[in-house]
């Protein structure tokens, strides 16, 4: 088993330092790290955020435990060469398009939601994002209109099959658990959308016992925030599933909780190749401090043992002792409290 570590920027490698820690402690035999340069780290050292010997080493690996890209140094490139094309680069490269999102309130943790405790206690959802097409990777822009004023734009675009397969994934993960999806799009503005919801409603028929229900993108966001128990598995194209995972992020507490698989369809020997990420970004205001909550990238290394190593297991016990640590008053700055990245990473491994 060869897992790609990638930590990336910022606060990236401090959090994807505790998340190996982790992983080591389990001691699985043949388990073999390998590390490699991505994001700003990578244009610095390289020339390019995603130089072709870190996306061999991702590709050979039956895993990527990657951590997070942005160097506000890098903002005035040309958008190829900035930091963030490193991970949409991987997602295509890779085929990454089913992104997993699991946002839950952990129990005792319903304070730290912005809503009453009664709404935040329900929050148990599954964003399913399709994650390598879209408006993301359409072709786009700069241009000048008749008048001569300068314009960007952005095409937007799903066939059908790319529809398809991620709308498989969601009603498949539904049917495991509550047996209700919710598909967001805006099908009462975009073609795009049309046929996202068209093509759903097709591949509802094949999962009789699944609930399906639409809901317009500006909707969602609203009753996520007003009624989240309405919600379990929400299915959703690249760039509403970017806002609302965010949305949802705060819904939980903090960003810092957060944790994603990113899948494609490659098979690895007991499970299926993926790149695991905290959702939250490089916090540039806060690298270096030992400030940042490591407990995404902790989570997310569940998820890589679960998805890609079929070690569901271990996963459970690491979901388990990041609860326990919650639980029992290990909280980061994120969260109000004063532990910092290493501490948190060791009262994870206590729990462990
Ligand atoms: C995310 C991030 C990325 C995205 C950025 C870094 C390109 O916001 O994973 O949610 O927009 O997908
Ligand atoms: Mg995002």
Redesign the pocket.
């Known amino acids: 088993m060869k897992i790609a570590v990638l930590p990336g920027d910022g606060i990236g490698p401090e959090v994807t330092r505790e998340a190996v820690r982790v992983l080591e402690a389990l001691d699985l035999p043949g388990l073999t790290l390998f590390s490699g340069d991505v994001g700003g780290v990578a244009y610095h050292a390289h020339g390019h955020p995603l130089p072709p010997e870190t996306l061999e080493m991702a590709r050979a690996a039956d895993a990527v435990l990657f951590g997070a890209?942005?160097d506000p140094a890098c903002d005035n490139l040309e958008r190829h060469l900035r930091p963030?094309q490193a991970?949409?680069g991987l997602r295509k490269e890779l085929d990454l398009f089913a992104n997993l999102r699991p946002a839950k309130v952990w129990p005792g943790m319903e304070s730290f939601s912005p809503l009453r405790a009664e709404g935040a206690g329900a929050i148990d959802c599954l964003f399913v994002r399709e994650l390598t097409g879209d408006v993301?990777f359409g072709e786009k822009g700069q241009r000048e209109t008749a008048a001569g004023d300068p314009e960007g734009w952005d095409l937007m675009s799903y066939s059908a099959p790319e529809v398809r397969r991620i709308a498989e994934i969601a009603f498949r993960a539904a049917a495991q658990g509550s047996g209700k999806l919710t598909s967001v799009d805006k099908a009462n503005v975009l073609e795009t959308s049309q046929l996202w919801r068209d093509t759903v409603n097709a591949v509802a028929g094949e999962h009789a016992q699944v609930t399906l229900d639409h809901m317009y993108v500006d909707n969602a966001a609203m009753q996520l925030a007003a009624n989240p128990a309405e919600f379990s598995v929400i299915l959703t194209g690249n760039l509403f599933g970017?806002i609302l995972?965010?949305l949802a992020s705060a819904l939980v507490g903090s960003i810092g909780l957060m944790p994603s698989a990113s899948l494609g369809e490659r098979q690895t020997e007991r499970g299926t190749f993926g790149l695991y990420e905290p959702?939250h970004?490089s916090a540039p205001d806060i690298v270096g401090q030992g400030k940042a909550n490591p407990m995404a990238a902790i989570l997310s290394a569940a998820m890589l043992l679960r998805h890609s190593l079929g070690r569901e297991d271990e996963a459970k016990r690491v979901e388990r002792a990041v609860e326990k640590a919650l639980t029992s008053g290990v909280l980061g700055f994120d969260l109000g409290g004063s532990a910092g990245t290493a501490e948190i990473g060791d009262a994870v491994l206590a729990r462990l």
């Open positions: 890209v942005g963030e991970v949409l993301y970017d995972s965010d959702i970004g």
